[in-house]
Structure formats: C-alpha cells, structure tokens
C-alpha cells in the first residue's frame, strides 16, 4: 500500500513536501480506519506530527485532506480510499507541523457569532420549555462538531479567513437565530448583516459536500441570509 | 472615499437579486427587438428605437439596473479576490470606473436621440 504524507516542520522547511511510505496491508485489520494506518505510520516514524483523539467521530480533532477531500480519518474506512493514498492537512490553515493545522481563526470566527443561548432571565434552576416542533427545527443545526472539514474547503473561507464566518460558525449562528428560547435574533441578524461576514457565501456548497456529519451549513447559510433580508 | 466598514450586504443582495430578474426578462425581449429588426440598420437607429415611447422607460431602468448588478458583482470579486491592502483602492477606482461609463452613456444616448 503506498501512502504519501505532507510533511512539514517549521524549524527545518521552507515549505511542505509529500514524503512516500510503503505499508503492509496484511498488518492492518480488514476494516481498519484511516486513522489507525496512520497511527502505524507513527510507529515507524515517531516525529509524524497528527491530532486525535476521542477515535469514534465525535470530537473532530482528526480532520485530514485525503486523496482531495476532507474527512475525519477515524470514520473513514481505509479500503474506500484510492491508492496511492495522498493524506495533507485540512487546506487553508497555517500548518504547525506535518498534519496538525493552527485553527486559531476558525475558533474566533465561531466565537464571534455568540454560539450560546441568550435568554433573560436566564435562571439555570428554571428549565427554558419548548414544544416539540420548536425543537425538531435544531435538528441539523447543533451537531456540529467544529472538525473545520467544512471551513477548510470553503474558497470563501480561504480568501478571507479573518473576515468571512465561514460555515462552521454560521451554521451555528442559524441554530441560535431560530431557537424559540434566544430572544437576540434581531440583533444576532443585524450583526450577521454585513458583504463580508454572511454575503461573502457563494453557495457553491463544498461544505456540505465535506461535512462529515452529514449537515448542510450551505442550506442554513441561505436561511440566515433569507432572514437577514426579512429582518425577522 | 468608499470605505470597507460602509459596504452593505442586506441591501446589496437585495439589489442585485432584483436586478438580475429584471435584467432576465429585459434581454430577451432586447434580442428579439435586435431580431426583428432590419440588418441594415445602425447603432443609432436602433437606440433610437430603444428609448423610443414606453420602451424609452423600460430601457432605462434597464440600463440603471445593469450599472447596480455590475457594481454589486464586481465589488464581490474585488473583496474576494484582490490583496487586503489594496481592496478598498481597488474599490474606488472600480467606482469611478463605473460613473464614467455611465456618463459615456448618457452622452452617447443624447447624442442618438438629439
């Protein structure tokens, strides 16, 4: 089995190479994950710099560029991949080192659209009730699980980073700016109303393509916008 | 001076939604207006034509409206793609781009129709 990783140490390299491993198939499981060819990767070579760690697709720290696509190497099987099997990091981040990228921007972009529930008064001894159908509208909104799969893959996201939300975060402003319980929605739109923040999506959907999850940020960025334009 | 921080993106997407409907039934009936005339006929016949009567209102609010997508569109480009230093120069230069032809246009309107 040939593997090509990107690697690249900050200390020694201008810039990032591919770097070829020949790997023994029989030495992994039938259904063995990306994942854990590339823990057998770091066997053999003990400096490969990779992030994980839940193993089971919940808490996104392994998000990978595989053969051109990016995915959670702990969900993937390794016989759906084609070989030669070309593993880079998550496109778009400033590379820390071989396959771990700085999310530093990513995380702020989140932040900055106020992912928590805004309710007054908010009394943590009163439950805050909703009907069943408020409840199901979540559904697609808060599963989430912030692997940047999406974001990374965005071209709108690679352009402007430090301005455009991206998907990620405005999939989570959508779950807040519909919650029955978030009384902030119409400052919410008013400060998701701007060309660079929202706008900047050309719906082009490469972030549903690559949402691991199975969610659809473009839909709900296109919901966010239809509300924005109503103002309700 | 245009300024990034006064860009809007409601409005803007509103604008050019609009537009773009507007400009979707505009050109057609224009292509069949350019069919159905005779080929020997020049430029200035046919805006003669054009801005004639009850079709001299529709193609000018066609011609505005063709401006405002142009505007929204190219400043969209511009903000995606050109260098962050130099966006809001690029933006201005767009502008006044855009001001100029519309003054060419008026001028060659004026020019057909006097």
Known sequence: ?232 | MLEMKRLSGKKAHLWQRYSAYYLLIFFPYLGWQTLNFPRYADIQTLLQNQFHGFFAVSSLIAAALLLIHLWVGGRDILIDYSLRSKTVTWLNLYQIILFLITFDLCWVLYASLS
């Open chain 1, 1 to 232: 089995m040939e593997v090509l990783i990107s690697r690249y140490h900050p200390d020694k390299d201008d810039e990032p190479y591919m770097q070829t491993f020949e790997v023994d198939g029989s030495q992994l499981h039938s259904d063995a994950m990306l994942l854990e060819l590339i823990l057998h990767l770091r066997e053999i070579d003990p400096t490969l710099g990779v992030r994980y760690s839940c193993q089971e697709g919940v808490c996104g720290s392994d998000a990978l560029n595989v053969n051109g696509k990016n995915l959670l190497s702990c969900t993937t099987p390794l016989k759906s991949l084609k070989e030669p099997i070309e593993i880079r990091p998550l496109p778009g981040f400033p590379i820390i080192k071989d396959l771990i990228v700085d999310l530093e921007l990513f995380y702020q972009q989140y932040k900055s659209v106020e992912p928590f529930l805004q309710s007054e008064p908010l009394d943590p001894q009163q439950e805050h009730l909703q009907t069943p159908k408020q409840r199901e509208q979540l559904d697609g909104k808060y599963e989430c699980i912030l692997c940047a799969c999406c974001s990374a893959s965005c071209p709108s996201f690679w352009w402007n980073p430090d301005l455009f939300a991206g998907p990620a975060a405005l999939l989570a402003a959508q779950r807040f700016t519909i919650d029955s319980r978030d009384i902030t929605t119409i400052d919410r739109l008013h400060k998701l109303d701007s060309p660079t923040k929202t706008f900047r999506c050309r719906h082009i959907q490469n972030c549903t393509a690559s949402c691991p999850k199975g969610l659809n940020p473009s839909q709900a960025i296109q919901s966010l916008k239809n509300r924005i334009v109503k103002g309700h």
